[in-house]
């Protein structure tokens, strides 16, 4: 097959940035997705309706085509108030609330220190029917890196689900064995995004013949069985997981240092690039149930109703991309890319 059309794709977790920057994510995100699920964690992060409803008139100002539409999301602190829910539902912007535990990725530190502070917030949001985004790793200094997201899982997750039973749950960008077991396992009201790059990549392309700092992202590229889980788990058609691409551009001084910045950015090129990965598996009919339809099912939005169309034909990805005043290095630098959107 060399040809195929599939409903128009959304971004369930994307990082836009803001200022100059936008310029450049703005036009790369909109080029084929619908809607994006706009993160929050701008410095000050954007934690409540009004900040999100300036946020996301910074973003339309981009002029982005038509079929394009941000979905805002607050960030939550430790003194998130249940009237910031209520506000947030009412201001017709906001889709979810985000978790980051204090210190867990970039721009985290105002987020939640203990879980607990938020448990009238979570209650609000069960009630209004919103979803929680969870970016699921801890931040215990003795915690290994690579198992963060597994401890997170078992200390933080699942007693939060026990305890929340009707609250609506994303756990962000998942890079694990056991992530994939853990939401196949829980609930409807359990889901996940996956990226693309975690399809893609496992901790041997970053680390492996020098390091590779473009692929250093949190949660971290783990060993290859996790690749392989989120392989299978993203191709197999199960309506739990669903594209979120977590674009996440830094400029190129501050990935290339000597205290590099994670997040790595693949929105000049997203579903090209998830496409890759679902034809390898031989698995392009089930692309569409991961891009276009298990995201809006779980948030309860209509499905897309037009359609885009991909071609197996190469394309050479540039060295690096204008970024407001600074440049980015995108995913797949100095390589091609398989697919490209007609
Ligand atoms: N994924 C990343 O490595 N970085 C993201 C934050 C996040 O999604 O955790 C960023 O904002 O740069
Ligand atoms: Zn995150
Ligand atoms: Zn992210």
Redesign the pocket.
Known sequence: MTTISIIRPDDW???LRDGEGLTTTVNDISRYFGRVVV?P?LVPPVTNAELAQQYHQRIMANSPPAHFKPLMVIYLTDSTTVEDIENAKASGVVYAAKLYPAGA??NSSSGVTKIENIYPVLEAMAKVEMPLLI?GEVTTKEIDIFDREQVFIETILAPLVEKFTNLKIVL??ITTKQAVDFVRSAGDNVAATI?AHHLLYNRNDMLVGGIRPHYF??PILKRNIHQQALIEAATSGNSKFFL?T???PHPQHAKESACGCA?SYTAHAAIELYAEVFDKEDALDQLEAFASINGPTFYQLPINVDKITLTKKSWPVPATMAFGNDKVVPVRANETIAWQVV
């Open positions: 977790h994307v990082h993160m964690n990725t970039t970016h962000e960008h990226t992202c949190l979120g977590d674009s996440a997040g």
